[in-house]
T-cell receptor, first 112, second 117 residues
Framework: NAGVTQTPKFHILKIGQSMTLQCTQD?????MYWYRQDPGMGLKLIYY???????DKGEVPNGYNVSRSTTEDFPLRLELAAPSQTSVYFC???????????FGPGTRLTVT | AQSVTQLGSHVSVSEGALVLLRCNYS??????LFWYVQYPNQGLQLLLK??????LVKGINGFEAEFKKSETSFHLTKPSAHMSDAAEYFC???????????????FGAGTRLAVHP
C-alpha cells in the first residue's frame, strides 16, 4: 500500500498562473480532504469529498477548486495564483464515520 | 463550536526528560480527541486517539495522553524523551461537518518539540 501520495513535492508558481495539485489514495477510502498548513496556524480545511462526484467547501475554499471523478483521486486546482496561497498543502483520506485521517507527504507551494 | 488550544508553540527538553505537551479543547458535544505527529518534511501521522473508552490512552513510541473532562484537557506525555521525538505535534478535536453529519477534525496550531543532548 502506497497510502496517500501527492505530486509535486515542491513547486514555484508565478502570480496569476494556475496549477493542479494531485492526490491519490489506494486504501479505498470514501472521504478525502485538502488542507493548507501555514506556520503557527495549524491545518485549515480547504475542501472535502465524501465520495466520487460529491465535494463541498471547508473553512478556506476561496481561490481553489476540486473535483472527484474516482474514489482514488482528488485533485486541487489553483486558479489565478496569489502570494497568499504560498503554503504547504496536505491531502488526507479516511473511511466513512472514522475520525482517523491518513495524510500524504505534502506539497510545498510558493507563489511569487 | 469546537476549538483546540495548544499551550506553547515551542517546547525544549533534554534527552531522558519528561515530555509534556498541553492541549485544551472546547466542544459542544462529547469529543473525540487526537494527537498527530509531523516529522520534518513529512505528512501527519496519528500518534493516539481518545474515542470515549478509557480516559488514559496509549499511543505509539511510548506516548500517552489523558482525557480530563473537568479540565477540558488532553495533554500528551512521554516519561523519557528521545532525540528521535523531535517533531511538531498537533492536537485535534472532532467536529460535525457543515452539513450531512460527517465529521471533520479541528487542529490546534501545533507545538514544536526540540530534544537536546
Amino acid at each position: 500500500n502506497a497510502g496517500v501520495t501527492q505530486t509535486p513535492k515542491f513547486h514555484i508558481l508565478k502570480i496569476g498562473q494556475s496549477m493542479t495539485l494531485q492526490c491519490t489514495q489506494d486504501m479505498n477510502h470514501n472521504y478525502m480532504y485538502w488542507y493548507r498548513q501555514d506556520p503557527g496556524m495549524g491545518l485549515k480545511l480547504i475542501y472535502y469529498s465524501v465520495g466520487a462526484g460529491i465535494t463541498d467547501k471547508g473553512e478556506v475554499p476561496n481561490g481553489y477548486n476540486v473535483s472527484r471523478s474516482t474514489t482514488e483521486d482528488f485533485p486541487l486546482r489553483l486558479e489565478l495564483a496569489a502570494p497568499s496561497q504560498t503554503s504547504v498543502y496536505f491531502c488526507a483520506s479516511s473511511y466513512p464515520d472514522s475520525y482517523e485521517q491518513y495524510f500524504g507527504p505534502g506539497t510545498r507551494l510558493t507563489v511569487t | 463550536a469546537q476549538s483546540v488550544t495548544q499551550l506553547g508553540s515551542h517546547v525544549s527538553v533534554s534527552e531522558g526528560a519528561l515530555v509534556l505537551l498541553r492541549c485544551n479543547y472546547s466542544s459542544s458535544v462529547p469529543p473525540y480527541l487526537f494527537w498527530y505527529v509531523q516529522y520534518p518534511n513529512q505528512g501527519l501521522q496519528l500518534l493516539l486517539k481518545y474515542t470515549s473508552a478509557a480516559t488514559l490512552v496509549k499511543g505509539i513510541n511510548g506516548f500517552e495522553a489523558e482525557f480530563k473532562k473537568s479540565e477540558t484537557s488532553f495533554h500528551l506525555t512521554k516519561p523519557s524523551a528521545h532525540m528521535s521525538d523531535a517533531a511538531e505535534y498537533f492536537c485535534a478535536v472532532s467536529a460535525p461537518m457543515f452539513s450531512g453529519g460527517y465529521n471533520k477534525l479541528i487542529f490546534g496550531a501545533g507545538t514544536r518539540l526540540a530534544v537536546h543532548p
